[in-house]
């Protein structure tokens, strides 16, 4: 993603939790490394650990939608639905 310059046009990332955190410190240094040490992406927010995808609890994070990075709160909220209404 670094390579391709993807990293620079992103507003923040959400990095899933391993499964039983296996390696979560490995993964935290390898990806800091790459953002801030080798993209100078300092500002760019990330949130580590977070459960969702195969982690548990299971939890849903939809694709496309916008959603806040709170750093402050650590919280992350979504600000669209991830659904259409039934009509």
């Given at each position: 993603m670094?390579a391709?310059?993807?990293?620079?046009?992103l507003?923040?990332?959400?990095?899933?939790?391993?499964?039983?955190?296996?390696?979560?410190?490995?993964?935290?240094?390898?990806?800091?490394?790459?953002?801030?040490?080798?993209?100078?992406?300092?500002?760019?927010?990330?949130?580590?650990?977070?459960?969702?995808?195969?982690?548990?609890?299971?939890?849903?994070?939809?694709?496309?939608?916008?959603?806040?990075?709170?750093?402050?709160t650590?919280?992350?909220?979504?600000?669209?639905?991830?659904?259409?209404?039934?009509?």
């Amino acid at each position: 993603m670094a390579a391709q310059g993807i990293l620079n046009v992103l507003k923040g990332i959400i990095i899933g939790k391993p499964q039983g955190e296996v390696y979560y410190e490995e993964y935290k240094t390898v990806i800091t490394q790459v953002i801030i040490s080798e993209e100078r992406l300092y500002d760019l927010p990330i949130f580590y650990n977070v459960n969702f995808d195969h982690a548990k609890p299971v939890t849903i994070i939809p694709y496309g939608i916008t959603v806040e990075l709170n750093c402050e709160t650590k919280t992350i909220t979504f600000l669209e639905s991830a659904t259409s209404p039934a009509y």
